[in-house]
């Protein structure tokens, strides 16, 4: 399975909804099989991002590129792109193989070719056998797997998630995370990957894009945001994920000196930073 991933390239794109600038004059290359993150706070532009590949957003400004292909004005079903978005949006009136097929049908491949290709898709997610299973007999997390499957089943070169694993409780997301790694390796893909989780994107991404106010302010490898963050932003916005304890007592040590640590309050600011534990 797998056609080899798809290069990407957004050239200079910039967004306007009336005088919300979305975003800012964004430039960025991906690799053919990079697993690239989108970082950053809510309203810093992931999605528009994302929606500009994806064409569902035109740029108000710039061009994005596939390859060679400049897809700027091309239609969503013209792109060829596997899409996972957080809520997964199956159709409740299919089993799990009508689901996972849908793509094979929307793009009229010979129907002799599909339980085949649901087969392998299916398998490829750990749900080898479920093809007759109705939607609602599903766990959530069996249901964004049959939204994996989905995506992946018709081999496309690039994937786009938004947000895909944020329904799922900790433990879940946890071991999705995994196997999403482990799937990109298998298929092929590039996948662009949208998070507001920082050790989500840390630990699951070549490079991971940390935007902040419709503006890539840095991309980089994990370990080189972490060493080596472009400004203070950046490294607070990864420090969260893990520098704080270290800060923290720092902090303490300076604002609370004189107090005996017995007596400080329960360290509820460790409790708040920790991003999967909500
Ligand atoms: P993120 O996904 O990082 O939370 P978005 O890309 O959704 O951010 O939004 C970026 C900015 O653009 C925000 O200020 C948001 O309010 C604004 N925005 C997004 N979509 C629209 C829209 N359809 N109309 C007006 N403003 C929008
Ligand atoms: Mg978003």
Known sequence: MGTGGESVEIRSASKSYGAVRALDNVTLNVAPREFVSLLGPSGSGKTTLLGLLGGFIQPSSGSIHFGDRDVTLEPPHKRDIGIVFQNYALFPHMNVSENVAFPLRARRLPKASWSEKVRTALAMVGLAGYEERGVAQLSGGQRQRVALARAIIFEPRLILMDEPLSALDKQL????????????????????????????????????????????????????????????????FIGEAS???????????????????AQRPDRPERRRADPGGT
């Open 173 to 236: 997301r946890e071991s999705m995370q995994i196997e999403l790694r482990e799937l990109h390796k298998r298929i092929g893909a590039t996948i662009i990957y949208v998070t507001h989780d920082q050790r989500e994107a840390l630990t699951m991404s070549d490079r991971v894009a940390v935007l902040k106010g419709g503006r890539i302010v840095q991309i980089d490898r994990p370990e080189r945001l972490h060493d080596h963050p472009a400004d203070s932003f950046v490294a607070s």
């Open 243 to 261: 520098l704080l304890p270290v800060r923290r007592i720092d902090y303490r040590q300076r604002g609370a000196g004189t107090r005996h640590p």
